[in-house]
C-alpha cells in the first residue's frame, strides 16, 4: 500500500481522539502511539508493540496512561484508573505531533 493511502487510513481511525478518548482510552492510547510510530519509521507496528515504545519513548507525564492502557489491552488489568484531564492532554499532543510529520 503507498504511503500516502496508509496515512490517510490510519489518521483518520485516530481523527476523533480528543472526543473519544475518555470513551475509549485502551483504542486511542495504544492507536496514537502506532500511528506516531508509523509517521516516524513507515512501519506498522502493533498495538502492545507501539505501547511497549510508547512506555519509553514518550513523555513520562504518559507513563501512566499508556502503561495502564497496555495492562488492560495485554488482560492484566480489569479497571484503568486514569484522569479525563490526562486523556485530553495526551490525546492532544499525539494528534499535534502526528500532524507535524505530514507536513
Known amino acids: 500500500m503507498k504511503r500516502e493511502y496508509m496515512l490517510a487510513s490510519i489518521t483518520s481511525d485516530v481523527a476523533s481522539a480528543s472526543e473519544e478518548i475518555v470513551d475509549n482510552p485502551v483504542y486511542y492510547v495504544l492507536n496514537l502511539s502506532r500511528v506516531l510510530l508509523y509517521m516516524r519509521d513507515s512501519v ?7 505501547g511497549e515504545w510508547a512506555l519509553d519513548g514518550l513523555p513520562p507525564k504518559y507513563k501512566t496512561v499508556i502503561s495502564q492502557s ?17 486523556l485530553l492532554e495526551y490525546a492532544d499532543d ?6 507535524s510529520y505530514k507536513k
Open 44 to 50: 506498522i507496528y502493533s498495538k502492545r508493540e507501539a
Open 94 to 99: 499525539m494528534l499535534r505531533e502526528i500532524h
Open 70 to 86: 497496555l495492562a488492560k489491552y495485554n488482560g492484566e488489568l480489569e479497571n484503568l484508573n486514569l484522569s479525563e484531564s490526562l
